[in-house]
């Protein structure tokens, strides 16, 4: 996700990123919906792994694992912030405001 460098990774990075966004490709633009749900699935999906890794790890451990899902719920908030920013095409069979939504309460 962050090889691509679609997303902004913190606030400040928005504007830019916003501004890529609208340089893209009309089609680009219509289909970028399943980009960003992915990326959110992918995020959900480091968010749980990262979750059940607490259940076996030291008590060192326990405050880098920590730190690695804060991050992670952060990156959510910002990529579902982003989505509402740039005004993502609706797809006719998924409404993606409301996936984001779920997926990122899957974290919380």
Do not use: W
């Amino acid at each position: 996700m962050d090889d691509l460098d679609l997303f902004p990774r913190n606030d400040s990075d928005m504007t830019v990123k916003m501004n890529q966004f609208n340089s893209f490709d009309s089609y680009v633009r219509r289909e970028f919906h399943h980009v960003v749900v992915a990326s959110m699935e992918a995020l959900c999906h480091l968010y749980r792994a990262a979750k059940q890794s607490v259940a076996t790890a030291s008590a060192v451990q326990h405050g880098a694992i920590d730190q690695q899902i804060h991050e992670l719920q952060r990156r959510a908030r910002l990529l579902v912030t982003f989505a509402g920013v740039i005004n993502l095409p609706m797809s006719g069979e998924v409404d993606t405001y409301a996936k984001l939504a779920q997926l990122e309460n899957n974290m919380l």
